[in-house]
């Protein structure tokens, strides 16, 4: 059975930082290409970023600089390091593992950016 399990969200002032984390289980982990995704209310969910098997990484405009995506293979888990939070950063943040035709999500954890 595959799992992903997102923690980490929270409440948190504009400025401040949070780092997400996505452990997985059930699967061939350091394979799998991860990212991050968010969905704020009323907008459709969005890609922040994604790092491959190989570690290379890749950020949406929005979390350029701020956002940080890392992974530990030895722990089966991603990270996202954000910083810099801003109101409209405010989202489900979810991860998600891919590899060929094989995608699984985490049922998300909630970054609520507000002073």
């Known amino acids: 059975q595959v799992q992903l399990v997102e923690s980490g969200g929270g409440l948190v002032q504009p400025g401040g930082s949070l780092r997400l984390s996505c452990a997985a289980s059930g699967i061939i982990f350091n394979i799998y290409t991860l990212g991050w995704y968010r969905q704020a209310p009323g907008k459709q969910r969005e890609l922040v970023a994604t790092i491959t098997s190989g570690s290379s990484t890749y950020y949406a405009n929005s979390a350029k600089g701020r956002f940080t995506i890392s992974r530990d293979n030895a722990e089966n888990t991603v990270y996202l390091q954000m910083n810099s939070l801003k109101l409209e950063d405010t989202a489900v943040y979810s991860c998600?593992?891919?590899?060929?035709?094989?995608?699984?999500w985490g049922q998300g954890t909630q970054v609520t950016v507000s002073s």
């Open positions: 998600k593992a891919v590899y060929t035709r094989y995608t699984y």
